[in-house]
């Protein structure tokens, strides 16, 4: 598949057949598996006041379907390693810590030993020895004439579930003191919440995570999507998925399951603005999509979704994602819009960066001058959309402090990437939507982003710790925009300015995928959503 290897994206491709029969298909039994989310919430240590756990530990609400025998979240102690922590943090005097939202993946307090040890533990958070000799045991008794797929199912989750649980410990485990070697790139420093952890999840991921893409779907709505423009992300995210070691053609292996629809091939092909409601056909396209692949294969009703993903960069993407209560509230939505107060959450959702890629490459985006080259104090240029950048154009535009370029338009013989290159901070408000390029291409030219959005969670926030390298303005401090930056020292300008060019790689495209690049942290983020779900099956009870 040329996918996003061609420069003019393959966006036009002619239908071609893409549904096959699998080789096998299994009985479709009625067999429900529940979902168990990760929980603690015996250990003090964790929830502290003033801060809203979420991922690794966050208990969810039983799901309705699941009453027929949900169980407590387990008690095992395998999954503190990151304990990532949602914090508010008030904007008061110090303003370039001023993040709304603070992700923090915080390993200082050690979780006490004995509820690792005396936690009572439900039979399927045995140690994994032992889960290894139950799925033997239930190999064993595939002959039974009972229910041989039923047993073979349950024992492939069960070792894939197994093997999971070795990959939390390994991540609990990771010591800030022993840094694994790593021929391409060791994360380090403060851009990280915790580079060791981080690192070992990563490596975790490389060993063992595997996608299972559905293969249904047409052309070219489906396994298809944009790979230039604002919308980038969505193809090339499907094209190099589909091709890369991470997918998995053997469902009963897979961890995750990706839902190959592009949100902006929907609309450019779906969307009927003289329908009465151009919200239905769209959504009937998702809808359609979940319906057949459930009733094709076990998956999705086993776990309502919750091993699921979809991945969007449009606008549109939050509000298609309520095509189906369950793909809202129990699927992982990888999307750029990620916007908590359209209900994106941060434990099971996925924050990617929208990458603008004109040409559907990076050539000639990456790079810029060093610091002590970069006359312009702050820059913005971009249209009145939304309600924010009204309120900077209204106290910056035609400022008189020369060191200041917040415009509109740009005059015709100005560029916007040299004036990029030539800014100390870059403004990247939120337009229309919360997301929006320009905090790539700040990164990529090396100005340090300038976030002023709300209710917005910057991509990676689950490893990045973004006040590393940017700086969050409180909507309401516009007026203070030029005071707050002129407020930090030289000295942390610079240090900022450096981390950013460090942390660009995780936001760098390419044409095959590096280690470390955009493709691979989107990827991680849905692993970590994943390692926060186990899976269980009824027979396990
Ligand atoms: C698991 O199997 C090993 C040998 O394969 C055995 O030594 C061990 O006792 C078994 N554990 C349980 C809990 O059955
Ligand atoms: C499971 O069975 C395989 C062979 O069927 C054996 O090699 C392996 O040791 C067994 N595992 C355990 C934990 O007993
Ligand atoms: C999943 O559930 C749906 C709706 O309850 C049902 O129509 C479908 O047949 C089920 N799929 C399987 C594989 O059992
Ligand atoms: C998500 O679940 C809640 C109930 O838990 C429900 O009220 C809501 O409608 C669901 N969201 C969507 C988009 O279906
Ligand atoms: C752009 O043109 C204007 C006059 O039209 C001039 O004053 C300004 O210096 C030019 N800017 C650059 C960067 O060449
Ligand atoms: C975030 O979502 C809310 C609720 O839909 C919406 O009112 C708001 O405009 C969104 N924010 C941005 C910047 O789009």
Known sequence: MEGCRKSVCSWWKTASSSTRLLGFMLPLMVVSVMVVLMGYNSSNWFFDSGFYPWAWG??????????????????????????????????GGEREEALVVDYNLHRSAAPPLSIQVSAAEPPVTKKNDDLMNATNKSSDSRVLPLSPGINRRFSNLQILEAKMQQSRTAIRDARKESVIHDPDYVPSGPIYWNPSAFHRSYLEMEKNFKVFVYEE?????????????????????????????????????????????????????????????HWLPMKQTVSDYVELVAAKYPYWNRSLGSDHFMLSCHDWGPELSKSLPELFNNSIRALCNANTTEGFKPSKDVSIPEINLPGGRTNGLIGGPSPSRRPVLVFF???????????????????KDKDVQIHQYLPKNVSYSALMRKSKYCVCPSGYEVASPRMVEALYTGCVPVLVKDHYVPPFSDVLNWKSFAVEIPVGDIPNLRNILLGISTRQYIRMQRRGVTVRRHFEVNLTPKRYDVFHMILHSIWLRRLNVRLHGVEDL
């Open 58 to 91: 966050s208990v969810y609400p039983p799901r309705a379907p699941f009453s027929q025998g949900f169980v407590p979240p387990p008690a095992d102690g395998g999954i503190d390693a990151f304990q990532w922590r949602q914090t508010v943090v008030g904007g």
């Open 381 to 399: 240029a971009g249209g009145l959309h939304g309600p924010i950048r009204p309120a900077l154009l209204e106290h910056w535009e035609n400022s």
């Open 217 to 277: 779907g047409e052309h070219p709505i489906f396994h298809n999507g944009p790979c230039g423009s604002i919308y980038s992300m969505e193809g090339n995210f499907i094209y190099k998925l589909e091709i890369s070691k991470f997918r998995t053609r053997d469902p009963e292996k897979a961890h995750v399951f990706f839902l190959p629809f592009s949100v902006t091939s929907i609309v450019h092909f779906i969307f009927d603005k003289n329908s009465r409601d």
